[in-house]
């Protein structure tokens, strides 16, 4: 894990510099490291960005007592998992990583709202979409069998067309990263998440 110290480094020092205790944490990989308006998207949910770039799922548990604990949110959204798959990890081990984050977020937060945005889709990953859409379904399926207060935030499906392919214009030249309209489709999708949670 050595390779992400700068960038969480990075983290605890803007942590300082935040407003105190934000209410709803971000937290992931470069999806959510480069989503630059974010604080502006979700203004009134107080919430605060803490990506980091290239993080695998794994990471995220890693990481959770340096970037997480020290803060009081009420409640948390995840995007991570795709980087492991892209790694070479198998569905199983990202199965894993999860159910170790929700245990280290239940021990520290308690019942908090805990949320898991589905792996994208990305024209790059291709290769392992099987991969992605197993992965995105047993997480699916114990986030509805544990339910206490875990959600999944599909965006899989509305990043396809028709075919099941990754729509282009969501997603930068790369083929990989989220551009300006894919970060808008977020956005809606997560509102509407954050809207119809139970509070």
Known sequence: MVWYENEVQRLENERTTMPPDPKL????????????????????????????????????????????APLHPSSIIVYAG??????????EEVFIFFQQLVVRTRQQFGDIPLAFISIKPSITRWN????????????????????????????????????????????????????????ALWKEIILQYLSERPS
Request: one cysteine or more; aromatic letters at 14%; hydrophobic letters at 30%.
């Open 25 to 68: 944490l971000f937290y992931g990989s470069s999806s959510i490291r480069l989503w630059e308006t974010l604080k502006e998207d979700f203004a009134p949910y107080q919430p605060a960005n803490l990506g980091f770039g290239g993080s695998t799922l794994a990471a995220c548990v890693w990481f959770f007592d340096r970037l997480i």
């Open 82 to 91: 795709d980087n492991d798959l892209g790694d070479g990890r198998h569905p």
């Open 128 to 183: 392992i979409v099987d991969s992605i859409r197993y992965t995105n379904k047993i997480i699916e399926d114990e986030i509805r069998k544990q339910g206490n207060n875990l959600h999944f935030i599909d965006i899989y499906h509305q990043m396809t067309d028709n075919s099941g392919y990754p729509k282009r214009e969501y997603l930068e030249p790369d083929g990989l990263h989220i551009n300006e309209k894919g970060y």
